[in-house]
């Protein structure tokens, strides 16, 4: 028994982010025409994709979480080639 496609529903907080010369694309997103959580997804520039564990109530809740890891470990957190110690 195959389930079907759902459709998503994007927040328009997702979208590229660029520091220091690098670029990640956020991705906030859940099942459309629901009340379910939002999901947080981010793709670095080397095409590594980070989900978060956790679901957040708002969109907005989602984009904090990202910019506290922005501000925190910077843009270069987000991708699979980090440099060493980090």
Same mark, same amino acid.
Request: charged content about 30%; aromatic content about 10%; proline content about 5%.
């Given at each position: 028994?195959?389930?079907?496609?759902? +459709?998503?529903?994007?927040?328009?907080?997702?979208?590229?982010?660029?520091?220091?010369?690098?670029?990640?694309?956020?991705?906030?997103?859940?099942?459309?025409?629901?009340?379910?959580?939002?999901?947080?997804?981010?793709?670095?520039?080397?095409?590594?994709?980070?989900?978060?564990?956790?679901?957040?109530?708002?969109?907005?809740?989602?984009?904090?979480?990202?910019?506290?890891?922005?501000?925190?470990?910077?843009?270069?957190?987000?991708? +699979?080639?980090?440099?060493?110690?980090?």
């Amino acid at each position: 028994m195959s389930i079907p496609d759902r +459709e998503l529903e994007h927040s328009p907080l997702g979208g590229p982010i660029t520091r220091d010369g690098h670029t990640v694309t956020v991705h906030i997103y859940r099942f459309a025409s629901t009340e379910d959580e939002w999901t947080l997804e981010v793709v670095g520039w080397d095409s590594s994709h980070i989900v978060w564990d956790e679901t957040f109530e708002s969109d907005l809740d989602a984009y904090e979480a990202f910019e506290r890891v922005l501000a925190e470990d910077g843009i270069r957190s987000f991708s +699979e080639d980090k440099p060493a110690g980090h």
